[in-house]
């Protein structure tokens, strides 16, 4: 009878567990509803809140939003692989939390790469040295300036590639400059190195129509729909110089002379001779003894001859207040009123008037005030 009771006892032990434990069991035997979500038809993972999962869908979308012009028509923005949420039945345990789908959604298959610009850099060397079309380096780059890159500036050379990539197909209107056209009238009174604006050019303006699609934030393709004309340009008309003039070229050609050194330059100098501090009117260019000195430019000989301290000096008259002298020559190949032309001899190099050695003075003279040479030749 006493074994009975116990074996009672025993049975009730291992019993009330069992029965306690049927909650706990039927809660992992019961299925739920849930949400899968699917790209391309592959099962990513499955939530319990499909508004949760939908909310960060959009805001994962609506990143690639920024920077776009506020005044854009978005058209469109989906996902370019096939993305589903479909209902399912499933155990409580096979349930991802919303900050799981989240990291899987946001994962990156491969991170972008950048390049620090160089001093000498440019977008042209840049493009090729990474063997990319410039027109590719500008649209990964969309807020710079392709003329004003500087040293420490980052650049994408290769774009970041989500696990999940955006389209966005918008259309914007925005108004561009049209160029004017220049009439160019030749002008024999002029320097082939001058120019005269006789009437400004204005550029006109036109209201331009894309429709542009990107993709992760890059533009993919952008076509001109439509294009209206608002404001005409205006021509320009400029005048250009067809006169002839000599020009440096190496280290001796100096135009006027062939020379061995400047011995001394336009400006304030202390004078070789007299000690004092005084305004130099041209270019001292030292030459051997009897080397031609040729014509700046086509011209009027209107002085050949001594002239106190520039000894045996020649004066040009090129027209359009432009004048150029010729000093301290051995001898003088040309006579006053005669014409001359570009890179004609006119003289000879020589040390005459107040010279301390074998050398051309050379001036250049617009209306009446000395300029410096260089400017010139």
Request: glycine fraction near 8%; hydrophobic fraction near 35%; charged fraction near 25%.
């Amino acid at each position: 009878m006493r074994n009975k009771r116990n074996l009672l006892i025993a049975l009730i032990i291992i019993i009330i567990p069992i029965i306690g434990s049927f909650p706990v069991l039927a809660k992992y035997l019961s299925k739920e509803i849930g949400y899968e979500f699917r790209v391309e038809g592959e099962p990513w993972f499955i939530v319990a809140d499909k508004e949760g999962l939908e909310k960060i869908l959009s805001e994962y979308k609506n990143q690639y939003l920024e920077g776009i012009d506020e005044n854009a028509k978005i058209k469109n923005i989906e996902f370019k692989q096939k993305v589903e949420i479909i209902e399912v039945e499933v155990y409580p345990e096979d349930f991802s939390s919303l900050i799981q789908a989240k990291e899987k959604i946001y994962a990156k298959e491969k991170e972008a790469t950048y390049i620090e610009v160089q001093k000498g850099d440019n977008l042209w060397n840049l493009a090729k040295k990474h063997g990319i079309s410039l027109a590719e380096l500008e649209i990964l780059n969309p807020d710079i300036d392709p003329e004003r890159i500087y040293p420490g500036d980052k650049l994408v050379i290769d774009p970041f590639k989500p696990v999940l990539d955006v389209v966005i197909e918008l259309e914007n209107t925005v108004i561009e400059t049209i160029p004017f056209n220049t009439e160019y009238q030749k002008d024999s009174s002029l320097y082939r190195s001058q120019k005269k604006v006789i009437k400004e050019g204005v550029e006109g303006e036109k209201e331009v129509t894309y429709n542009i699609q990107l993709i992760n934030g890059f533009q993919s393709k952008i076509e001109v729909v439509q294009e209206k004309v608002i404001k005409e340009p205006v021509t320009a008309v400029v005048k250009v110089g067809t006169k002839t003039t000599v020009s440096r070229g190496g280290s001796v050609n100096y135009g006027v002379v062939q020379g061995k050194r400047v011995t001394s330059n336009f400006g304030y100098r202390i004078h070789p001779i007299t000690g004092r501090r005084s305004f130099h009117s041209g270019v001292d260019i030292a030459a051997k003894h009897g080397t031609a000195v040729y014509a700046y430019s086509d011209g009027k000989v209107v002085e050949a001859g001594w002239n106190g301290a520039y000894g045996l000096n020649v004066v040009i008259d090129h027209g359009s207040g432009l004048k150029t002298r010729y000093a301290h020559l051995s001898k003088i190949y040309v006579k006053v009123g005669q014409r001359v032309t570009t890179a004609q001899r006119i003289g000879a190099v020589g040390s005459t008037g107040r010279s301390t050695g074998s050398h051309l003075h050379f001036e250049v003279i617009v209306n009446g005030t000395p300029r410096n040479p260089w400017n010139y030749i």
